[in-house]
């Protein structure tokens, strides 16, 4: 029977089965050209990725385990448990199987993988276009590569509620096809450790040539003592071997083991020699071949103040990414907890780093396979790196939301800096509104994960100019603005809700709609604030002055890894994810409110620092000792 006849065919068996379009592509990704239909009798891997269980449950099941007054307050799960509940259910692998069968493809020929999270059968391209409705076709690409895909596919309406996607269809999963590759000011989620892809790094200030530790400089020169007098810091680690504080990086970012050394000299003498537990994540590297600020900076400044804060508390450095390839928060997310490779359909090839390297023969490639579960979370994981929402699809974004919920299922407390641009977005690009970015927008640009609702945000606070480091801190004004707003495509959190609404009726910004998303749905960064300005840090074997909200998350990581050390000693759980916890009317008092500053950006003067919380500096910088004092009151 001719071809043409066979589709006809089948096309008249579509319409008479209800049927619905379940995703299409509007045109071919630049470099890419369709040259001819695909053989009928080639065979395609068709991957069926099944919908998740429960995910409509996240925010009820974390609070239940995080909020202070559940009675299973810290009854943290496993990580099995947590895969089990978030798996397919059987129905779904049920109705997607009888699908198949009675389309034709024999119960043996199908495969449940990935953790029950897909469903592959190896079929011809006459049966794949039979059973969703559509056509194949050969697409060549410039460098010479070839990729095969459909422009649209349907699924029976019964069926479609349970499958999320299927590969291959209508994207483009090919290597050659990564936006880094093709544009190289691309913000592809894989850039994040280069300099000057867009993503927040410290800010230098100067170099440092007098070494100043005293408590009447602290408003030039932050250190160590300063941050214990500003906070209260005086707790000594006690059960140091049952504790855990993590810090990620991404290649090519790296620690010198020379520039610790010089800063615990000068001011943790204790500490000479120490180094962290590295685990290297995808055939990451701490790569030694270009030192400057830019490529050593952020380690050091992370590793310094975590270890002369948080001091004998173990540190594990997840250095991620190969030096081709490199790697995006979903590559370090899927080594910490393995059944996150296969949810919702996997990672994104075009945003993260595919495994093994792509790029063979390139000295550095990667050639094994990629981490999934690999790597042990700690209690406590701090990231300084952040990127705009508008950077990534929010179907990317809501993904990688729901795996920091899981990873607070399991008792780990996740933080992230909120930015170092005020409203604006990292570099103050601002959007217009078409929704691109650029440094003459007006419309403001929240930053991610920062905007996700299952992780802290971290802001940034000072001490003023000729002020005392006893008095009150402001919002940052100086080389930096701390990152602060209010999302535009996650809702307000149950536990947030209050504390936004107090804001938004007590001190209502002077914005529209027009500026930044006026709903009060939102959910509002960050949650809390350390300071982040003139830090002094050992790098490339000085020490400069340096700002920035990466300086506030590992400080807040060190300042928790403290408490987890308490409770850990008196025989209780670690803390978790925090965010129930310091919103609640139990923490009040935990806090120093800052009151002062703005948050510029966009061609505004930004949010304002207010009482209570507010879009700038979250709740404010933590009493540690009424903070501490207030977690060991806790089950």
């Not at 059973?131 to 590569?145: A, D, F």
């Not at 990414?321 to 075009?350: K, M, R």
Request: aromatic content about 10%.
């Amino acid at each position: 029977m001719a071809r043409s006849l066979v589709v006809a065919l089948l096309a008249g068996l579509a319409l008479a089965s209800p049927s619905v379009l379940h995703e299409k592509r509007r045109h071919a990704p630049l470099g890419w050209d369709r040259v001819k239909r695909h053989a009928a009798d080639s065979i395609l891997p068709l991957r069926f990725g099944l919908v998740q269980s429960n995910l409509d449950k996240l925010e009820e099941l974390l609070l239940d385990v995080s909020h202070p007054e559940s009675p299973n307050y810290g009854n943290h799960w496993s990580a099995a448990q947590v895969a089990k509940t978030f798996a397919p259910s059987d129905d779904t692998i049920d109705v997607v199987r009888s699908w198949l069968s009675e389309s034709g493809i024999a119960g043996h020929r199908t495969k449940l993988a990935g953790g029950k999270g897909w469903i592959e059968v190896n079929a011809t391209v006459e049966e794949a276009e039979r059973l969703l409705g559509t056509e194949y076709y050969v697409y060549t690409h410039s460098s010479g590569k070839e990729h095969v895909a459909c422009d649209a596919y349907r699924l029976p309406e019964h069926v479609a509620p349970h499958i999320d996607i299927v590969t291959p269809s209508v994207h483009f999963d090919s290597p050659a096809l990564r936006s880094r590759d093709l544009d190289p000011n691309s913000k592809a989620a894989t850039s994040i450790g280069k300099p000057g892809y867009g993503t927040v790094f410290p800010k230098l200030a100067g170099t440092v040539h007098n070494l100043i530790d005293e408590l009447e400089n602290c408003n030039t020169h932050i250190t160590p003592n300063c941050l214990r007098a500003l906070y209260g810091i005086a707790y000594v680690p006690i059960a140091a071997h049952k504790n855990s504080y993590g810090i990620v990086e991404y290649t090519p970012q790296a620690y010198l083991p020379a520039d610790l050394d010089l800063f615990f000299t000068n001011y943790s003498k204790n500490l000479l020699g120490t180094r962290p537990n590295t685990y290297l994540v995808d055939g990451a590297v701490l790569q030694t071949e270009v030192e400057s600020f830019s490529y050593n900076g952020e380690s050091d400044l992370d590793l310094e103040y975590a270890y002369a804060l948080a001091q004998t508390t173990p540190i594990t450095l997840y250095q991620v990414g190969d030096i081709v390839e490199g790697a995006s928060f979903n590559n370090f997310l899927d080594a910490i907890d393995g059944s996150y490779c296969t949810f919702e359909g996997g990672d994104d090839p075009d945003q993260d780093g595919v495994y093994p390297d792509p790029y063979t023969g390139y000295d550095g490639a990667y050639e094994g396979p990629e981490d999934c579960g690999t790597a042990k979370p700690a209690y406590v994981i701090s990231t300084s790196y952040a990127y705009d929402e508008a950077d990534l699809s929010p179907a990317y974004e809501a993904r990688q939301c729901a795996e920091y919920a899981k990873l607070g299922l399991m008792g780990v407390t996740v933080l992230y800096s909120s930015g170092d641009y005020g409203v604006a977005g990292n570099g103050g690009l601002c959007l217009n509104p078409d929704g691109s970015q650029t440094t003459n927008g007006t419309i403001f640009n929240p930053s991610f994960p920062g905007s996700c609702p299952y992780i802290t945000s971290v802001g940034a606070t000072q001490i003023s100019p000729n002020a005392s480091v006893f008095a009150p801190e402001t919002a940052t004004y100086e080389v930096i603005y701390s990152g602060g707003g209010f999302s535009n495509n996650f809702a307000i959190p149950s536990y947030q809700k209050s504390a936004v609404e107090s804001y938004l009726k007590n001190y209502p910004p002077p914005y529209t709609s027009a500026r930044y998303n006026t709903s009060g749905t939102s959910r509002g960064f960050p949650d809390i604030s350390a300071n982040g300005a003139n830090y002094v840090v050992a790098v490339d074997g000085e020490f400069a002055r340096v700002f920035g909200t990466s300086a506030s998350s590992p400080v807040i990581g060190a300042m928790l890894s403290l408490v987890n050390d308490a409770r850990l000693a008196i025989g209780k759980k670690p803390i978790g994810f925090i965010n129930p916890t310091i919103y609640s009317s139990s923490f009040h008092g935990a806090f120093n409110d800052i009151t002062n500053g703005t948050n510029p950006g966009c061609g505004t003067l930004g949010f304002n620092a207010t009482k209570g919380w507010d879009p700038v500096t979250g709740l404010g910088t933590p009493k540690f000792p009424v903070f501490l004092a207030k977690y060991l009151l806790l089950p």
